[in-house]
Every structure is written in C-alpha cells, then in structure tokens.
T-cell receptor, first 115, second 113 residues
Framework: KAGVTQTPRYLIKTRGQQVTLSCSPI?????VSWYQQTPGQGLQFLFE???????NKGNFPGRFSGRQFSNSRSEMNVSTLELGDSALYLC??????????????FGEGSRLTVL | DQQVKQNSPSLSVQEGRISILNCDYT??????FLWYKKYPAEGPTFLIS?????DKNEDGRFTVFLNKSAKHLSLHIVPSQPGDSAVYFC????????????FGTGTRLTIIP
C-alpha cells in the first residue's frame, strides 16, 4: 500500500511569509505526527493529531499550527516565517490504537528554506 | 535540554565486523525505546524497539540492549553490511503507542567495504 505522502517536497519562502505543508497518511492510519529536523538538533516533535483532534504538542511557538481532516490527511502551517524555521519537516502516521507497535511510518519530508 | 543523547556523531566500521551505536537518556519516565534508520532524501524507517520490561530484543542482524539503571541503550549490528551505511536515530517515548517520540541527534554509520 502507498506510504506517507508529503507535499511539497521542496519550497523556498522569505521571512515574514507563511507556509502550509500537507501530509497524507497510510490508508487506515488515524494518527498523524509532525517533526522538525534541523542539523545538530535531531528530530523534534511538533504535534500529533488523532481523529481531527490535537492529542500531543511539543515545545514550539504558536506560529506553528496544524489540523487534521476527517480523512486523516493533515496540514501544518507556519506563520511569520523566521530564518531558523529552515528545516526538513517530517510527517509520520501510525495505527494509534489496538495493534499499535509504537512504530511511526515517516514520509520523505518537506524541505523548507527561509531566506 | 537534550533528553536523548547520541554522543557519537559518526562511526566507521569494517564490513563484516560488529557496529555498536550508543544512546543515553535522562528522563526516567521513558518506557519504550526505538531505533530508526535514515538514508539521504528519505524519511526515517523503523528498525527495532524495546520495552523497558526487557533488557534485550533481537531481530536478525540487529539487537538492542537496554540498561535501565544506567539509562543507556545500544544497537548492535552483526555482521555489518555496506547497505547499513545510514544515519541511526535513537528515540524514546513515555509509553507504547505514544506518538510523541523524543529523538537523539543521530549517528552517521559508514560501513567500509
């Protein structure tokens, strides 16, 4: 079955702009999580959505937000972009429930460059 | 505050030998630990996991060891193969099924043919 799909794969924005990233989870997966990867920082948890509700949130400012739709697809938005927001944004889906092994299935990521 | 630490940014190992990747954590609430492997331009892929009730879990060439008292885990790859060259991330969560994972900064493993 198809894996986690993220769009766009690459994008360039300027400071002050806003950006929306999209994620389509694996069919049947109800949980979608977002992570930010920057050099030297590893992957940092942004938030997790399950059944259209934010279930967990990391330590990021309010400029970072997300949502999940009834078909489990998710979007994340970053407003008032800063240079430090340049990163690879990774989306992951999981079964989140009975049968959940704790394994996250990651997409290839959206690489955001802020100039 | 880095709650999961991988102190070796890189590691080079001869093909056929054992690769040992280390990870330390500080949060005693962590209950479940995972290793992910990442190739360039791809998302991380799950490798192996271990619950805090165990001290060892094995899957083929991969074995993860957990020392709860030392808050330390390690991933052993035997024998190492060129296809194992990748960045390896250690991750931890406070319970199985909690999608909020805390990741280390990764160790780049290079297998020398």
């Amino acid at each position: 079955k198809a894996g986690v799909t993220q769009t766009p794969r690459y994008l360039i924005k300027t400071r002050g702009q806003q950006v929306t990233l999209s994620c389509s989870p694996i069919s049947g997966h109800r949980s979608v999580s977002w992570y930010q990867q920057t050099p030297g920082q590893g992957l940092q948890f942004l938030f997790e959505y399950f059944s259209e509700t934010q279930r967990n949130k990391g330590n990021f400012p309010g400029r970072f937000s997300g949502r999940q739709f009834s078909n489990s697809r998710s979007e994340m938005n970053v407003s008032t972009l800063e240079l430090g927001d340049s990163a690879l944004y990774l989306c992951a889906s999981s079964l989140a429930g009975q049968g959940n092994t704790g394994e996250l299935f990651f997409g290839e990521g959206s690489r955001l460059t802020v100039l | 505050d880095q709650q999961v630490k991988q102190n070796s940014p890189s590691l080079s190992v001869q093909e056929g030998r054992i690769s040992i990747l280390n990870c330390d954590y500080t949060n005693s609430m962590f209950d479940y630990f995972l290793w992910y492997k990442k190739y360039p331009a791809e998302g991380p892929t799950f490798l192996i996991s271990i619950s805090s009730i165990k001290d060892k879990n094995e899957d083929g060439r991969f074995t993860v060891f957990l020392n709860k008292s030392a808050k330390h885990l390690s991933l052993h790859i035997v024998p190492s193969q060129p296809g194992d060259s990748a960045v390896y991330f250690c991750a931890a969560s406070e319970k199985l099924g909690n999608e909020k994972l805390t990741f280390g900064t990764g160790t780049r493993l290079t297998i020398i043919p």
